[in-house]
Every structure is written in C-alpha cells, then in structure tokens.
C-alpha cells in the first residue's frame, strides 16, 4: 500500500512558475510510475506527465509540453512537477498518482498515464493563476 500526498499549490500570477511535490510513503513490492493529473472547475481529469520508476523515461501531454517538467528522486520518495510560464487555463486542483507495474527490472521503465486504471490517488492541491 502506498500513499501519496501533494504539496506545493497556491496562488500565483500569470506567467509565474510553481513547484508542486509528491511525497510517497509505504511499501509496495511492485515497481511503479508516479504521474500527474489535473482537474479544473467543470472538467474531467487530464493527464499531465508521468516518470517511470527508475525515472529515465518521461512523456508529458500537450498542454504540458515544454512548460513543465516532472522529476523523481528515490532516496527521498519525492516527485517534482516544475510549472512555467502559468496561464489562467493552468488553474485546477493536482492530483498525483501511482501505477503498480510488477516486479520484473523491465518495468522500471514504464509509464503510460492510465487514468482509472492508477492505482493511488493523493488528495490533491489547488493550484490558483490569476492577477
């Protein structure tokens, strides 16, 4: 069992940049991904950016790509998502999360953002771009 709990959300200015932090804490045999998802005020969950468990591959949605940049160190159990260059549209609530994989070294490096399919959900910081 893992838990995953976000950090790092506030209000900021367009154009600003915010660091968002996952802590991981508990066991789990499996190697896993962390992930990042957002949720704005009427929408649906939107995948952001994902890190494989041993951190050496990266993918990021289009709306992520080139502004935001995510990170894992192990020794610490801490995921990063770097945010520049806010937008109002960047307002929502961030989740992070994680996806079990198994326990073969080939899966340390997968990730691949499955939505319902993740495993653990932190509960969430509310990250606020206005002027």
């Known amino acids: 069992q893992l838990q995953l709990v976000e950090s790092g959300g506030g209000l900021v200015q367009p154009g600003g940049s915010l660091k968002l932090s996952c802590v991981v804490s508990?066991?789990?045999?499996?190697?896993?991904?962390i992930a990042w998802f957002r949720q704005a005020p009427g929408a649906e969950h939107e995948a952001l950016s994902c890190?494989?468990?041993?951190?050496?591959?990266?993918k990021y949605s289009d709306s992520a790509k080139g502004r935001f940049t995510i990170s894992r160190d192990n020794v610490k159990s801490t995921v990063y998502l770097q945010m520049n260059s806010l937008s109002p549209e960047d307002t929502a609530v961030y989740y992070c999360?994680?996806?079990?994989?198994?326990?073969?070294?080939?899966?340390?490096?997968?990730?691949?953002?499955?939505?319902?399919?993740?495993?653990?959900w932190g509960e969430g910081t509310l990250v606020t771009v206005s002027s």
């Open positions: 999360s994680a996806d079990e994989w198994g326990t073969s070294t080939i899966v340390q490096t997968l990730c691949e953002m499955r939505g319902q399919l993740m495993d653990y």
């Open positions: 508990g066991s789990t045999s499996l190697y896993y991904e």
């Open positions: 890190i494989s468990s041993d951190g050496k591959t990266t």
